[in-house]
């Protein structure tokens, strides 16, 4: 059977990576933190194969996408057992937005082992961070490229899953290695907002 995505977080970058999934065929289960009746609208312009829920029935599905504001990761560890969940975290760590964009202080770990904290046992891969939503929105395909996402994670098997998925969506996956290199990809450092096209 296909895997099955449940969002978490129905903003700019969860409904972008919505619409990516639901075109490729993938059945999508999104939600935010004020529940699915309020996401009525939001579902109806992604389309039949993306259905509002709750944020702990997003939880249940094969891959779960964290796109949700730093501040509230918290929230996620009493949703589900996340051992061996496969989580792509796609979140930065800002703490507060423009003007100042202030991030958090991560005492040098990479945001997405701080993330891993609040989803114990799973098996997080970084991916969908870099990118402006209105950037990650466009085609893929570009000439004869495509669009490149990094992924950066521990687990060999979880970023096969991610790494199948991105490409059966239509971009061309990038991998840096370990969830302890994912802080290139994270704001301010070498490959934030880098709109690379593989050729
Ligand atoms: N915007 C970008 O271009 C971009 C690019 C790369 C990465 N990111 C990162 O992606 C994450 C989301 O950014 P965004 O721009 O999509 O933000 P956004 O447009 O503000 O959307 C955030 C979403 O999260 C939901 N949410 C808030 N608290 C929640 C909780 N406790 N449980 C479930 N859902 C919750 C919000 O809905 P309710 O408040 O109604 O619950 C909203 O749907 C952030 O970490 C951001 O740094 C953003």
Redesign the pocket.
């Known amino acids: 059977m296909k895997t099955t995505f449940g969002i978490?977080?129905?903003?700019?970058?969860?409904?972008t990576v919505a619409r990516h999934l639901a075109k490729a065929g993938y059945a999508v289960a999104i939600?935010?933190?004020?529940g699915p009746e309020?996401l009525a609208g939001v579902v109806a312009d992604l389309g039949e194969s993306v259905k509002a829920v709750t944020?702990q029935e997003a939880a249940q599905a094969d891959i779960v996408i964290?796109?949700?504001?730093?501040a509230?990761l918290s929230?996620?560890t009493g949703l589900t057992d996340w051992s061996g969940k496969v989580v792509i975290d796609?979140?930065?760590?800002?703490v507060t937005y423009a003007p100042d964009f202030k991030l958090a202080d991560l005492n040098g770990r990479a945001s997405s082992e701080v993330v891993q904290d609040f989803v114990p046992g799973a098996y997080v891969v970084k991916a969908?961070?870099?990118?402006?939503?209105?950037v990650?929105e466009l085609d893929p395909q570009e000439g004869n490229g495509k669009r490149v996402i990094f992924i950066s994670g521990d687990n060999a098997g979880a970023k096969v899953e991610v790494k199948n998925a991105i490409e059966t969506i239509g971009f061309a996956v990038v991998d840096l290695g370990t969830l302890a290199a994912s802080k290139i990809q994270q704001p301010n450092e070498a490959l934030a907002s880098l709109n690379l096209i593989k050729l």
Request: hydrophobic share 45%.
């Open positions: 978490i977080g129905a903003g700019n970058i969860g409904k939600s935010n933190s004020k309020s944020a964290l796109a949700l504001p730093w509230q929230t996620l796609a979140t930065n760590h800002f969908f961070n870099t990118l402006y939503f209105k990650l």
